[in-house]
């Protein structure tokens, strides 16, 4: 069983609609749970990181992280063609680093105009 | 211009060849990392440095070598490339350790091994 697991998909959503990205993960030891969104050719970069259960919200953005039951979410609200890439989840253990980091494989998601 | 910079962006080699993959940066950091990327197994760490005399091995070293030659300046080298080598290629570097830290990424090399 791999670490983190996450859909690859592809998830093909209507412009405007809710979209809900998932991962789950095995080691109880992460504590610390980043979205990176990576467009087409290009390096990913830090959307969101929260470290706390509960929810963040920043803007069209909310982080979901439930550690009871190893799940973390990322939703997006009225989205948007400009949303559309692959957003990959990554998770680190207290004390570590990025050198400790554990990225998911990635879910590749397409908004529809 | 972009703060970290990869060169080449695309590369064909053949077996066997030595190759030399690079990375400068304009962010001032001191950790730099290179990761490959393959399609249905997401990033792996290659290997990392969090300054100029400091070289870690990462989950996948085996094959690849680094040198750090300035704090700007990370360099991923394959000895001997192999098929099994092609993958879309990462630096990324970061200013502070630990669970804060944030990895910012270059826009790749997309390396073939024929």
């Known amino acids: 069983q791999k670490e983190v697991e996450q859909d690859p998909g592809p998830l093909s959503v209507p412009e405007g609609a809710i979209v809900s990205l998932n991962c789950t993960y095995s080691n109880s030891a992460f504590q610390y749970f980043m979205w990176y969104r990576q467009y087409s050719r290009k390096g990913p970069e830090l959307l969101m990181y929260t470290y706390s259960s509960g929810n963040k919200e920043d803007g069209r953005f909310t982080a979901q992280v439930d550690k009871s039951s190893k799940y973390i979410s990322l939703f997006i609200r009225d989205s948007q063609p400009s949303d559309s890439a692959t957003y990959l989840c990554?998770?680190?253990?207290?004390?570590?680093?990025?050198?400790?980091?554990?990225f998911g494989k990635g879910t590749h998601l397409i908004i529809q105009p | 211009d972009a703060d970290v910079t990869q060169t080449p962006r695309n590369r064909i080699t053949k077996t066997g060849k030595r190759i030399m993959l690079e990375c400068s940066q304009t962010k001032g950091h001191d950790r730099m990392y290179w990761y490959r990327q393959d399609p249905g197994l997401g990033l792996r760490l290659i290997y990392y440095s969090f300054d100029v005399k400091d070289i870690n091995k990462g989950e996948i070293s085996d094959g690849y070598s680094v040198s750090r030659q300035a704090q700007a300046k990370f360099s991923l080298s394959l000895e001997s490339a192999i098929p099994n080598q092609t993958a879309l290629y990462f630096c990324?570097?970061?200013?502070?350790?630990?669970?804060?830290?944030?990895?910012?990424f270059g826009s790749g090399t997309q390396l073939s091994v024929l």
């Open positions: 990324a570097t970061s200013d502070v350790g630990g669970p804060n830290e944030k990895l910012f």
């Open positions: 990554a998770m680190m253990h207290s004390g570590g680093g990025a050198d400790g980091l554990t």
